[in-house]
């Protein structure tokens, strides 16, 4: 069976309240798990003590277990000193995309074109 730490959405519409569970892997979101780990409020002020709150000797339990967390439970374990995530970087995200790429290529020869027949009119 393969584990998940994960978020488990609780509270109502616009006011998201999270659980942290381990749950199998194949059972739905807000469905079947077997143990609350912890909770997330994100209504709450980042510096607020209760916004994560994190039982984490029983999380080391269920990572010793072979439970695998999400990312958002890993950048919250890895806050509270419980396992390490190592940080993303994904320079490519960063580029414009295809068409916005063309549309700047486009002005470019568009200004190239400009000067051009600018010099060749003096």
């Known amino acids: 069976m393969a584990l998940k730490i994960r978020l488990a959405r609780g509270g109502s519409k616009k006011r998201p309240y999270y659980h942290v569970v381990v749950a199998d892997a194949r059972s739905p979101r807000d469905g079947r798990f077997l143990e609350k780990l912890g909770s997330w409020n994100p209504m709450l002020a980042k510096d607020d003590a209760k916004r994560v709150e994190l039982n984490a000797e029983r999380i080391k339990h269920w990572l010793d277990n072979g439970a695998q967390p999400t990312d958002r439970v890993l950048r919250f374990l890895n806050e509270a000193g419980v396992a390490k995530r190592e940080a993303k970087n ?19 020869q568009k200004a190239a074109d400009a000067a051009e027949a600018a010099a060749s009119a003096e």
């Open 90 to 108: 994904n320079p490519e995200k960063a580029k414009p995309g295809k068409k916005a790429q063309e549309r700047t290529a486009e002005k470019a």
